[in-house]
């Protein structure tokens, strides 16, 4: 592995350009947004930088994001605004997964209303996808009767490529 990921078959980022952290905002996007995202835009921001000082030429942005709960929505919208004050010339897509019509999160409509109107704002180009569709695209062509959450994700992921 030499440091950025490209060893051992599969591509992925290094870690020292990628963001984990434990905990959330709580399924709050408001929590997400005025908390969460100003306490770690700059850890945030330098990772991106350095990212894209390895572009010959920076053509845009992909954010891909849940909307059902905090972190997704909040820090979601935060980070797309974010992106977009710190290299306004990057084009700026967003792929918002949309919540199941029975979540989970109580509040996950207002995050998800919340957080389309920071993506409208914000991006040159949004894509939904639909956690109920992606289910059904598991039951019916993977024949998964209980898809997991791993499955949902991969397919997603195979309608991108």
């Known amino acids: 592995d030499d440091g950025r990921g490209h060893g051992g078959g599969r591509w992925c980022y290094g870690r020292e350009s990628t ?12 929590y997400g947004f005025c908390h969460y995202g100003p306490a ?3 850890e945030i921001l330098d990772r991106t930088r350095r990212e894209v000082e390895h572009c010959d030429r920076l053509e845009g942005f ?18 797309v605004q974010l992106l977009r004050d710190s290299f306004p010339s990057a084009v700026l897509a967003s792929i918002s997964v949309w919540p199941f019509e029975s979540g989970e999160v109580s509040i996950q409509s207002y995050n998800a209303s919340l957080s ?4 409208y704002e914000h991006t040159d180009m949004a894509l939904l996808c639909e956690n109920e569709r ?13 898809p997991s959450l791993d499955s949902l994700n991969k397919a997603i992921c195979e309608s991108l490529t």
Do not use: K, P
């Not at 954010?63 to 929505?73: D, E, I, K, R």
């Not at 389309?116 to 993506?119: E, I, M, S, T, Y």
């Not at 992606?134 to 209980?146: N, P, V």
């Open 19 to 30: 963001y984990c952290r434990q905990g959330g905002a709580a399924n709050n996007w408001a």
């Open 134 to 146: 992606y289910l059904d695209i598991c039951r019916l062509a993977l024949q998964e009767t209980h």
């Open 116 to 119: 389309l109107a920071a993506v």
């Open 62 to 79: 992909m954010a891909l994001h849940s909307v059902a709960g905090g972190t997704g929505s909040g820090l979601g919208s935060y980070v």
């Open 40 to 42: 770690v835009a700059e």
